[in-house]
Structure formats: structure tokens, C-alpha cells
């Protein structure tokens, strides 16, 4: 069986998006909407689910499941005005994040809502300060400090690549459920 494009996984996703909440809508944004995307773009949604804001995130653990296998589903505690969820699909690159703001009408959170993981949230930092040094732009300072201040530890020194590891090191330290996934974060300096 032949593997799926990241545009077919996406057009998949959107699917089960508009599928499990009918009448809503489902569209990229972001640089792969305009074009400016490159092999280290996140995939940014846009899901705009009306009155049914409670049912859509309810529902949406069992639509993203139609499209693979999820190893992280977040919801963004700071966001109130909309929902902001950050997924990771088993498979996909953690470069491939789908970042899923969801607009509509909300009253309480999903059941499926767990406590905002900072070590998750420094580790993501971490492969932010990776594409910024891969694309050669990008405050590579700033990711890597606000990632080390994330799970209560010094911004890191030296060249770019041991300030990553030495934040994946300090992620795990603070929550050692997260050594899978700093190891992804630590391949991709290889």
C-alpha cells in the first residue's frame, strides 16, 4: 500500500473535520493557504463550527482518529475567544503539527482536555529553534529561552544544536513521560 501525501492526510483530516460537524467548514491557512510553505511548515486549520462549538471539540478526538493514530491532542488553556488545538499524529513529522483554531460558540471544555503540558510546550519550542536554523531565520534565541523558562531552567549555551538537546534534556528532566517524544526532537539534529 502506498504511503499518503501530506496533502492527501490533509484533505482526509479536513474531511473528518466537516463530517463529524455537519454544515461547518474546514480550510487551510497560513503558508500553506498562500503558498509560502516549505518542508518545515506546520499545517494551521481553520474549522469554523458556529453554535455547535462544545459538540465540534467533543467530537473531534474521534475524527481525528479516522485519519491516523494521535500521539498529542492539546487545547490551548490561554485561548478563551476561540479554541486553539495543537494535534500530533502518530507518523507525521513534528513538523507536520496541525494547529486547529477552532471558532464557534463554547461553553466548557471538552472531556478529553488533560493539564497543559509545559514540557510538551518547551519541546515544541525546541523544534520551532530547529526550523529556524534550518530555514536560516527566526529567533532561535528567544524559542530556546521561552522553552528552557517553560519547565523552570536557564536558557541553555553553546552552538545552537546543544542549546536544543540541553532543552529536550531539561523537558524530560521535568516530566519524564515526555522522553519519546524529546527523542523525536533530538533525531531531527542528526
Known sequence: MRASSLAERIDTLVTALTTVVPGSTAALRGSRA???????SDVDLAWEVGSRGDEALAALPDALRTVGPVESLRLD???????????????????????????????????????????????MNAVAAVKAVR??????DGLLARGAARVGATAPVGTAAERIAALAEAAV?????????????LALLR
Open 34 to 40: 498562500d503558498g509560502t510553505d516549505d518542508v518545515y
Open 77 to 123: 488553556p490561554d485561548d478563551t475567544d476561540r479554541r486553539l488545538v495543537f494535534v500530533r499524529f502518530a507518523g507525521w513529522t513534528l513538523f507536520e503539527r496541525v494547529d486547529l483554531e477552532v471558532s464557534g460558540t463554547f461553553g466548557s471544555d471538552p472531556t478529553w482536555v488533560r493539564p497543559w503540558s509545559t514540557a510538551e510546550s518547551a519541546l
Open 135 to 140: 530555514r536560516g531565520h527566526g529567533d532561535v
Open 173 to 185: 528532566r521535568a516530566d519524564p513521560t515526555q522522553r519519546a517524544l524529546a527523542a523525536q526532537v
